[in-house]
């Protein structure tokens, strides 16, 4: 699989900023192609984040989350602590980043 | 005709093991996706299932950062930070979207203040809701759209 999850964080005065770029088209279902058909719907319905194993923060999303989505948070962390991001969209498939914070 | 039974057959079965897995799990991985609320059409209906309630108390510590016109519907920058305490998750909720329950951020640790991109069909209120300590509160702004990013 192409997409991938593209992760950025930064640690600074014990706060750590996470931020994520995913590769997905995010279909709502509600739109059209030219010929009229339904477009299905295609769409990241969660995002769990943990950093050194351990759950820190989940995302629940329906079709309204832009293409290619962003998403930013924070939590209280060190340098080198190990975050994982893992993805699960409406059609089952799995998507998943990682990176050691700067 | 038979195979179709079976096939349900099947699809309950997994969805029983799907519970008992679920039910052994810690309360915090418990929440799952509210395909109901996701799917609400209303901005009421929706709250109401997901938290249970369309009650929600006016708050001047949630702070939302978002454009007043957004060119392009199809991509709108947000960011919603709040100091609440004890705050559980925070929601987004587009009152004039097709389905007005953007996203939900449940903050396991994390702290209170998450930033995405979202789709708006239209100009519309914005409401973020942080839910503390069993309660609802909640504040919003108006953004307008000048290209709806939902249509085909």
């Known amino acids: 699989m ?6 950025r964080a930064r640690q600074d005065q014990g706060v750590v900023e996470v931020k994520a770029l995913m590769e997905h088209p995010m279909e709502t279902g509600q739109r059209k192609d030219k010929k009229g058909n339904k477009i299905p719907a295609h769409f990241i319905q969660t995002v769990t984040a943990k950093a050194n194993g351990k759950v820190v923060f989940e995302a629940y999303w329906g079709g309204a989350i832009s293409k290619n989505p962003y998403l930013a948070f924070e939590y209280n962390g060190k340098s080198g ?22 | 005709m038979n195979l179709s039974r079976r096939m349900f057959a099947k699809g309950m079965l997994a969805t029983t093991a799907m519970f008992a897995f679920a039910s052994s799990l810690p309360k915090a991985l418990l929440a799952a996706y509210n395909k109901e609320a996701f799917e609400s059409n209303k901005m009421a209906d929706a709250m109401k299932a997901y938290y249970g309630t369309a009650e929600t108390t006016e708050s001047d510590q949630i702070k939302i950062t978002a454009p007043n016109i957004a060119e392009n519907g199809a ?10 305490d004890g705050a559980e998750s925070i929601s987004i909720f587009v009152e004039n979207n097709p389905t007005p329950l953007i996203g939900s951020f449940i903050l396991l640790g994390a702290k209170q203040n998450i930033s995405t991109r979202i ?12 839910k503390a300590k069993g309660k609802l509160y909640a504040t919003h702004q108006e953004i307008k759209v000048t290209i709806g990013g939902c249509g085909g």
């Open chain 2, 75 to 84: 991509v709108v920058p947000i960011s919603i930070s709040s100091e609440i």
């Open chain 2, 119 to 130: 789709k708006m069909a239209k100009t519309s209120n914005l409401y973020a809701v942080v």
């Open chain 1, 81 to 102: 602590d190990q975050v994982e991001l893992v993805a699960v969209d409406n059609q089952g498939q799995t998507f998943n980043g990682s990176t050691k914070v700067r």
């Open chain 1, 2 to 7: 192409a997409d991938k999850i593209r992760i």
